[in-house]
């Protein structure tokens, strides 16, 4: 994005629902220039009157568990019933040489097609919690755009997995069978995350084995405090290669927005993710601006540490008292 965005143009694109000029939006808040950071601002506040309309999905899963499969069949259901599907799809970035396959697209062939869906692939950078540094940002440029539900795939599970919570209104585990001990392969801390587990390729000889998986699950879950009060967490079946459970899962969802509707939870919520939005971005901002003005005697800290010259919570006590 060599030019000077044109705010106003892609203000009034992304409200039309121009695909293009969506994604020109969403190339502008993820950039890290100064002079893009400012026109991000001005076009966040131009499309903000017209974001909060649609239902945020959070989905996660151990690696090779099908997240990518089940988002496509999920999407083609829901395009089937004509609503317009946003997916934001967080792929990892190399730690070696900062690069991102972004390999959703070829992964989602079929989704990608329809008139009513919009794919985004963003490297996830140097954020954590399985989300990109502006995931937040282009969730809130896909309801601008009039999305009906919007999909953010996280890269894995992890420690710092959680984030995608407190920017979804929904969150899904996706698990698959024989993948060794299935309690043991994730963390307890996601587990109590989720509002419903979708035991994936539950199709052929791996059926029985993911009905045993998706008993562990409901036995497990029994004894774990509910992240949704007033919400009983579930375990579903799905084999997404062949579209089974696929509906069920969207009929999941819908009952738990609307339990959430009603007992308040779900604007609360919404509140709450702003309030979250906000601190991630008081902590991003301050760390930069300490780097920056700080970056001559890091260095030198940086180097004392290596050669070990001085243990770690001194270089750092230090650094602090001459801020």
């Known amino acids: 994005m060599k030019q000077k965005p044109d705010i106003e143009r892609l203000a009034v694109g992304v409200?039309?629902?121009?695909?293009?000029?969506?994604?020109?939006?969403?190339?502008?808040?993820?950039?890290?220039?100064?002079?893009?950071?400012?026109?991000?601002?001005?076009?966040?506040?131009?499309?903000?009157?017209?974001?909060?309309?649609?239902?945020?999905?959070?989905?996660?899963?151990?690696?090779?568990?099908?997240?990518?499969?089940?988002?496509?069949?999920?999407?083609?259901?829901?395009?089937?019933?004509?609503?317009?599907?946003?997916?934001?799809?967080?792929?990892?970035?190399?730690?070696?040489?900062?690069?991102?396959?972004?390999?959703?697209?070829?992964?989602?062939?079929?989704?990608?097609?329809?008139?009513?869906?919009?794919?985004?692939?963003?490297?996830?950078?140097?954020?954590?919690?399985?989300?990109?540094?502006?995931?937040?940002?282009?969730?809130?440029?896909?309801?601008?755009?009039?999305?009906?539900?919007?999909?953010?795939?996280?890269?894995?599970?992890?420690?710092?997995?959680?984030?995608?919570?407190?920017?979804?209104?929904?969150?899904?585990?996706?698990?698959?069978?024989?993948?060794?001990?299935?309690?043991?392969?994730?963390?307890?801390?996601?587990?109590?995350?989720?509002?419903?587990?979708?035991?994936?390729?539950?199709?052929?000889?791996?059926r029985v084995r993911a009905q045993q998986v998706q008993a562990d699950f409901l036995r497990l879950l029994r004894f774990l405090q509910p992240f949704t009060p007033g919400w009983e967490p579930q375990a579903l079946l799905c084999s997404a290669l062949q579209g089974d459970g696929v509906a069920e899962i969207w009929e999941l969802i819908c009952r738990f927005i609307s339990q959430t509707r009603k007992s308040g939870i779900f604007e609360r919520r919404r509140c709450e993710q702003n309030v979250d939005w906000l601190h991630a971005l008081m902590q991003q901002t301050v760390m930069q601006r300490f780097k920056a003005h700080n970056a001559a005697r890091i260095e030198a800290l940086e180097l004392a540490v290596a050669n070990g010259a001085m243990p770690v919570a001194s270089a750092l006590g230090e650094l602090m008292e001459g801020s």
Not at 22 to 39: D, F, G, M, N, Y
Not at 66 to 73: D, P, R, V
Not at 102 to 109: A, I, N, Q, V, Y
């Open 15 to 206: 409200r039309g629902g121009d695909r293009a000029l969506l994604a020109r939006a969403i190339t502008l808040v993820e950039s890290c220039a100064p002079e893009h950071q400012i026109a991000a601002r001005q076009l966040m506040e131009s499309v903000l009157p017209h974001t909060g309309g649609s239902i945020r999905i959070g989905l996660t899963g151990v690696p090779g568990a099908g997240k990518s499969t089940l988002i496509e069949a999920l999407g083609l259901h829901l395009c089937g019933l004509n609503q317009k599907v946003a997916v934001l799809a967080v792929d990892p970035t190399s730690s070696l040489h900062g690069g991102s396959i972004l390999g959703d697209k070829t992964r989602m062939e079929g989704l990608c097609h329809e008139a009513n869906a919009f794919i985004r692939p963003s490297p996830s950078g140097n954020s954590l919690g399985g989300v990109a540094a502006r995931t937040r940002e282009s969730l809130l440029l896909c309801e601008a755009a009039g999305y009906d539900v919007t999909i953010i795939e996280t890269v894995g599970i992890g420690q710092s997995e959680s984030e995608v919570r407190t920017m979804t209104d929904c969150f899904l585990l996706v698990q698959i069978p024989g993948a060794g001990d299935s309690l043991q392969g994730i963390k307890k801390g996601v587990i109590e995350l989720a509002d419903a587990i979708v035991v994936n390729k539950a199709d052929g000889p791996e």
